[in-house]
């Protein structure tokens, strides 16, 4: 079955500590997105990468660290400068830059740090 | 700048009743429009979109959302609600110029039986 995969489910970590969230694909698709969602706002774009080795910031970028080395996966890393980590964090992915590609999303990590 | 609007936090609807989630939106240039859903706990899933061409797109579900340019309005409906159709709904758009996409804070369903 193609699809997005991410893990873990649930994370629990302790403030200070950076952690790594995990994204797999294997929808052959070009571009990779994170989001973060937090209760009544909606998603929120962190990073997004429209091919391997490139990537841009998104509208809360700050605190967050993202590579793309491979097509198939878009690793977030949550730093100790995020002021705010606890969240539902979402990928997705789409089959390319054109604009209108719907986008298809993994099952979210649900991150607490205390 | 792009933004998306659904003034309704939550819908309440009877089981077998139409409904409608409210969407209408801002771009800059042609929007492309979009449906997700989302039921607890789980990613968001695609239902429909809006390209171009005919103002009434149909989707997953029995879904149908129409477009009304002068409204700048893409609201989301269905003839007749399903209690399994109780979920949140976001409406996004991205305008024709750009490659982010907007989400809207979302509108939680809430069929009864």
């Known amino acids: 079955d193609g699809g997005i995969t991410q893990s873990p489910k649930y994370l629990f970590r302790k403030e200070g500590q950076n952690v790594t969230l995990s994204c797999e694909q294997n929808?052959?698709?070009?571009?990779m997105y994170w989001y973060r969602q937090d209760p009544g706002q909606g998603l929120r774009l962190i990073y997004y990468?429209?091919?391997?080795?490139?990537?841009q910031k998104g509208d809360i970028a700050e605190g967050y660290s993202v590579s793309r080395e491979k097509k198939e996966s878009f690793p977030l890393t949550v730093t100790s400068a995020q002021k705010n980590p606890t969240a539902f964090y979402l990928c997705?992915?789409?089959?390319?830059?054109?604009?209108?590609?719907?986008?298809?999303f993994g099952p979210g990590t649900r991150l607490t740090v205390t | 700048a792009q933004s998306v609007a659904q003034p309704e936090d939550q819908v309440n609807v009877a089981e077998g009743n139409p409904l409608t989630v409210k969407c209408t939106y801002s771009v800059s240039g042609n929007p492309y429009l979009f449906w997700y859903v989302q039921y607890p706990n789980r990613g968001l899933q695609f239902l429909l979109k809006y390209i171009t061409g005919d103002n009434l797109v149909k989707g997953s579900y029995g879904f149908e959302a129409e477009f009304n340019k002068s409204q700048t309005s893409f609201h989301l409906k269905k003839p007749s609600a399903l209690v399994s159709d109780s979920a949140l709904y976001f409406c996004a758009v991205r305008d024709g110029g750009g490659f982010k996409t907007i989400f809207g804070a979302g509108t939680r369903l809430f069929v009864k039986a």
């Open positions: 929808l052959n698709h070009d571009a």
């Open positions: 997705a992915s789409s089959p390319g830059q054109g604009r209108t590609y719907e986008q298809y």
């Open positions: 990468s429209q091919i391997v080795n490139d990537f």
